[in-house]
Each structure stands twice: as structure tokens, then as C-alpha cells.
């Protein structure tokens, strides 16, 4: 950068033209920022494009935030996806849950108001895996869903990750059955595809009767693949804990300022702890806590815990369940006071009374498998049987054994 040449006065506000011996850039302060012509003209035609979009068409602008998100690895981003949903609905824009069948790639406007989610939104399921699906469907059953994708793209945790969310449901299995015996049903559908064909012939999977997950777990491992539930709504997966008369958004929303609201129930979608910088405060350098708080309908508002209520919190989690801790998906029972600030309508959390704990994803995931005993006959190696299929009749007894696991990269 050149040297300033001068400092001109252009009017009464701190801001100055500055000319600098530059021949590309001319740089201008304001407020204490120095910053380049150039680049503060593109971020003002920018700004004003957003602006016209998100005015115009705020549903189509959210979209493509929320794309944008999807695929962004920021600290923050899980945060930003939930604030562009909530922005949404309150657009009136339904959002279901992802669809083997139907869901793109990414999330997708079907209609005015339906918001159908993205194959990309689950953990563990990758674009190359959703690229094959989408050129294979639609699966009239989970045999044929089953034979016909890549399993060196579409592996097991991602057809666990599927069926966690619900995308499987259509087949006529539960959740349960299609997580922990996909890898088993893969290698015995591989073999018994050498001799049949998959196309004409159903492969029985003599699938285990198990008690499937309940809804807490189905509500729990959706919110660990998806970020977010469709099963059903939270006053189902916290059991009791909403099951009595409480306080919710709406009835905070229509009171007036400062008045007293108990019990509120709700659950912590969003948090984070800072200290107050304003040397004037009282509470000068001590920390608090925003939180977005969830009631029992999927209303939500934002509550603010003061330095003094905050260690209170704290201590209080930690004499009602001493694993606890404030954070993500926690339920409280609490009471507080009504602040309307600017137009914006919250809650300040005064007093704490109790708490339940977010559902648990089930035990138990790990994968499992049906021994099928061979018939005397598969038992015997004929004689003009060849080196393959020698091998493969070992190989197959003595995964069904339990004596060897097989590798979820088959070959198609």
C-alpha cells in the first residue's frame, strides 16, 4: 500500500475520504475501519440483492441458505440450520421428512409450503451413495432397493443411517430390524444371488422378531443422523415430563412485560456462554447464557439466563442428576419472567425446578446376525464342486458361525 496522501472532512459524521497513492485501490475510514473502495461497493450491491431476494422471495433465499449450510463445516452451522428452519416455519413452510423415493439430493420446494429434506441432511450418507440411489430408484421392496445399489457406495452405515431416519419405513421392516441386521442380510443376499436371480426371485431373510425401539429411541437417533425429529413431537419422546399443565411460547407471547410465568417447560435447542463486557454492569465479567427453548409443540422463543440465575442453574441440574448438564435437548422446568425488548419477545429464566434429560439413542446397535444351518446336503462338497465354490461353502460356514466376519465391500 502506498502512502496517504491526505485526509479530507466530507461532513459532520466520522467518516473520510482518504486518497491513497495506490493505483488500483482507493480506501476509505469509517468508524475506525479502513477498508477498500472497491470491495465496499460489491458488498453494497450485494447487500442489496440479498435484501431484494430475501424481501421478494424469502422462502426460495432461505433455501439456498440453508443448502449453503448443509455442506458448511463452520462451528456454527448446525446453529444457523436451525434458525433458517425456524424462519421458515414461520413462512408457513412444512418441512417432511426425507423420502427414499422422493428426496434430492438436497433439500427441495415441492408446492408453495412443502419443504421436502434432503437425502445430504443424514450423517454418514454421501453424495456419491445419493447419486446412486437417485439413478436406481424407485425400490419396490428392500430385496430390490437391497440388489440394485452399489455397496461399495451405499455401505452399511449408511443404509443404518437411512433407516434411523425413517427413510426405509415403506418396506414393511421396522427401524430396528433393517440397523442391526443390514451387513448380515447383505452377505447372505450376495450368496444367494449367485444362483438365483434377484430380479424374478424373492430372497427369504428369516428376519428376528425383536421389540422395536420405542419412541424416545426413534425420536433420539433421528435427532443423531437429522438434526431434528418427524416420529413425533417432544411432549411424546420426554414421556411425563410434559404431560401436566405448563406455561408454553404461546402463553409467554401474549403476556405483557415482566410478568411472572411458572412452571415453563421446554427444551434447550441452542445455547451459548459469554461474559457480560459492559464495564457499567453489576455483572461486570461474570458469565450468563442465551438459550433457544422449545415447548412442547415446537414453538420457540428465546431465554435469557442473568450471572445470577446462571451458577444457580447450574448447581440446581447438578443436585436433580449429578451426570446432567445444561447444554443441547435438556428439558427445564422453570420459572421466569416475561422481557420484551424491541419488538422481540423472551423469557428470563429466574428459577429452576426441574429438569429431564434428553432420550437416549438405544444400547445396543451393535450389528447382528441370523446363523442359518446348513442342510446336509449344502454340508457336502460334491466332488466336481470347483476351488470357488469349496471356498465360498467354507467361507459361508464359518461366517455363519460366528467364526469370521466379511468385509462390507462386496463386490456387485
Known sequence: MGNIKHVKQINDYQTYDIEVNHQDHQFYLSNGVLTSNSH?????????????????????????????????????AKTNIEKIKKEMRSHKVHIQAPDLNRSQLTYQLIGENILLTGLDALKFVSDDA??????????????DFMSRVDSRKVRANTIQA?????????????????F????DYRKKLQVWSKKHN???????????????WSISEKYALEHFYLGESFICKPRDAYGY????????????????NKVHMAPVKGIVRDFFEFKVKKETSKFYGKAMAKATIEDKDGDQISCTIFPDGWEKVKTRIQEINSKAEFGNGIALSFAGSVNVYEDNTGIILNELFNIQTSPAVPVDLKAKKVNLKLTKKDEKIKPESSKEEILE????????????????????
Request: glycine share 4%; proline share 3%; charged share 30%.
Open 162 to 178: 437411512l433407516a434411523a431416519a425413517g427413510c426405509l419405513d415403506q418396506f414393511g421392516l421396522t427401524r430396528k430390524q433393517i
Open 198 to 212: 434377484s430380479a424374478e426371485e424373492v430372497f427369504i431373510y428369516p428376519w428376528i422378531e425383536e421389540q422395536d
Open 180 to 183: 442391526l441386521y443390514v451387513s
Open 40 to 76: 465496499s461497493i460489491l458488498y453494497s450491491m450485494t447487500s442489496y440483492k440479498t435484501a431484494y431476494l430475501k424481501g421478494n422471495y424469502p422462502v426460495e433465499f432461505l433455501l439456498a441458505n440453508l443448502m449453503a449450510e448443509i455442506k458448511s463445516n463452520a462451528p456454527d
Open 241 to 256: 415430563f410434559f404431560e401436566d399443565d405448563h406455561k408454553t411460547v404461546k402463553d409467554i407471547r401474549k403476556a405483557a
Open 393 to 412: 461353502t467354507i467361507e459361508n460356514h464359518l461366517y455363519d458361525e460366528g467364526l469370521i466376519e466379511i468385509s462390507d465391500e462386496i463386490d456387485d
Open 130 to 143: 445419493i447419486n446412486d440411489i437417485i439413478a436406481k430408484r424407485p425400490f419396490k421392496d428392500f430385496q
